[in-house]
C-alpha cells in the first residue's frame, strides 16, 4: 500500500504505460512482418536456386531416348548458348565436340570448320563428313544476312552428326578450349564478313573478321602441339584493277578495288608471314562468285530469282562505259571438290608449340569455273527455269568498289590435286532453283516445270 505525503494528488500514469504498450505492440508487428519477408525472400531465393541447378542439369544430361531431329536441334542450340557463355564447361558440350571431331575412317581428318553455318562451310562439313572425317564447326551466326537460313544449315548438319559450336574466331579462350579437347589435323578457315558493297556501310566489320580474326586463329593454331595444317579462303576479289585475263596466281594483287578485296589482300600477307615465322601448313583458295542451293540471299542470282518471282523489277548492271559485266560463276559442288583436294594435298605443318623446325608448304589457287557468262545471260537463263519475264533495269555500275569481269586460270589446281569444274551455269541454276522453291514453299509454274522436267 502506498501512502501519499502533503495531500498531494499522484501523478497520471495512464499515458505513458499506453504509449509503451503501443510502442510495444508496433515493435511486435515489425518483428512479425520482417520475419515474414525474410522467409518469403528465403523461400524465392531457394526456390531459384533449385530451378538453376535443373536447368544446368537438364542441358549437360540430356534424355538419351531423344530421337527426333528437332529434339536433337535444340539441345544443340542450347548447349552452344552454354558454350559461349562459359566455353564449354559442360561434360555434354565437351562429349559432343569429341564425337563430332572423331574420325570415323582409318588415317582420317579431325577438321575444324570455321564459318560452317555459312554457304561454303556447311557443304564442306557435309562433303568431309560423308567420307568419314572429322569434323567440327564453328560459326557466330551473324545477321549479316537472314540467320534464320544459317539455323536452318545447322539442323542439316546437326542430322549428320556435325555439331556447330556457336562463337566468335575473335574468341581465343574458346578456341584454345577447343583445342585443348581436340588435336585438329587440319583447319578449314572460311568464316569471314562476305560481300562487296557492305563494306562501304560496315567497314570495321571486315577489318574485325578477315584480318583480326584470321590473326587470332593462326595465333592458337602456332602455338598448338601438332600444329594442323590451315586451308583458308581468300578471294578472287584480290586481283582487283588487274585488266590481264585470265586471273592467274602469278598476277599482280597490289590494286583491290574494295575493302573486302584489301582485307582479302592483307590476309594473304599474314598467311605469308605466319608460314614463315612459325612453319604453319597454309593454302589460300581464291573463289570465284560461287552459287547454289543453300547459297546466300546478298548474291545477285539469289536476289534476282526472289524478286523475279514476286514480279519486281531488278537491276543489271554494265560498266561506266555500258559494256556488259561478266562472272566466272563457280557451282558449289565443285568449289566443294576443289576445298577437299586441298586438304587431302596440305602437308605437315613444321612447327609445334610456336616454334618452327623447318621451311612448311604455302600456296595459293584459283578455284573458278573458267567460263564468264555475262550478268544479262544469267538473268535469261532465271527466266527460262522460272518461266516469268524480268522486270529488267539497266543501270550503270556504281563506283563501290566491284569490278566488270572475272575469269579463273585454274591450271594449278588442275595440276595439284586435279581440280576441274564440271557444272556449267544453267545446270547450276537449275539445281539452284529447285532447292529455292523448295526450301521457300513456292508453289509456281517453275516448281512444276522443273518436277516435270525431272520425270522425263
Known sequence: ????????SPPDTSKTTKLERYNSYIRRVNSTKLLQ????????????????????FTLNYPPLSSSSADNHHNIHSTNNFLSSAFYGSGASWEKQVRHSST???PNGFSVLVTGAAGFVGSH?????????????GLDNFNSYYDPSLKRARQKLLSKHEIFVVEGDINDSELLNKLFDIVPFSHILHLAAQAGVRYAMQNPLSYVNSNVAGFVSLLEVAKAADPQPAIVWASSSSVYGLNSKVPFSENDRTDQPASLYAATKKAGEAIAHTYNH???LSLTGLRFFTVYGPWGRPDMAYFFFTKDILQNKGINVYVTQDEKEVARDFTYIDDIVKGCVGALDTAEKSTGSGGKKRRPAQLRVYNLGNTAPVTVAKLVGILESLLSVKAKKHVIKMPRNGDVPYTHANV?????????????????????FVKWYVGYYGIQSRAKKELDSSNTH
Do not use: E, N
Open 103 to 105: 574420325p570415323r575412317r
Open 277 to 279: 615465322i612459325y612453319g
Open 1 to 8: 500500500m502506498q501512502y501519499h505525503i502533503g495531500g498531494a
Open 411 to 431: 591450271s594449278q589446281a588442275y595440276r595439284d590435286f586435279g581440280y576441274k569444274p564440271t557444272t556449267d551455269l544453267a545446270s547450276g541454276l537449275r539445281k
Open 37 to 56: 519477408a525474410s522467409s518469403k525472400l528465403l523461400f524465392r531465393v531457394t526456390l531459384l536456386v533449385a530451378l538453376v541447378l535443373i536447368f544446368f
Open 124 to 136: 564442306c562439313s557435309l562433303a568431309l563428313k560423308k567420307r568419314g572425317d572429322g569434323v567440327l
